[in-house]
């Protein structure tokens, strides 16, 4: 079992930045992928940004040269840098992982919240 705790969401004005973390714990296969996930409301949840344990990274167009995804494999945490925050990007984020057994785990979601 996985247990994921996310942080570091909030209000930020228009162009602001925030970071958010997710930290895995408790007993489990190796982590193969990470990520983020966001939902807006009244919206599909949509990918944002991946990343590997390779650190191969994948990013949603929309976030690309303005989010950056990084992970810590010895502390099995990942990071999301977010720059130059716009009224869209206000949604819940998920945090998600998937094991190398195949097994996925969602976090419970932190809000960011961009000010226009």
């Known amino acids: 079992q996985v247990q994921l705790v996310e942080s570091g969401g909030g209000l930020v004005q228009h162009g602001g930045s925030l970071r958010l973390s997710c930290a895995a714990s408790?007993?489990?296969?190796?982590?193969?992928?990470m990520g983020w996930y966001r939902q807006a409301p009244g919206k599909q949840r949509e990918l944002v940004a991946t990343?590997?344990?390779?650190?191969?990274?994948n990013y949603a167009s929309s976030v690309k040269g303005r989010f950056t995804i990084t992970r810590d494999n010895a502390k099995n945490t990942v990071y999301l840098q977010m720059n130059s925050l716009q009224p869209e990007d206000t949604a819940a984020y998920y945090c998600?992982?998937?094991?190398?057994?195949?097994?996925?785990?969602w976090g419970q979601g932190t809000q960011v919240t961009v000010s226009s």
């Open positions: 990343i590997t344990s390779g650190s191969n990274t």
């Open positions: 408790g007993s489990f296969a190796s982590i193969y992928t």
């Open positions: 998600r992982v998937h094991l190398i057994n195949g097994y996925g785990y």
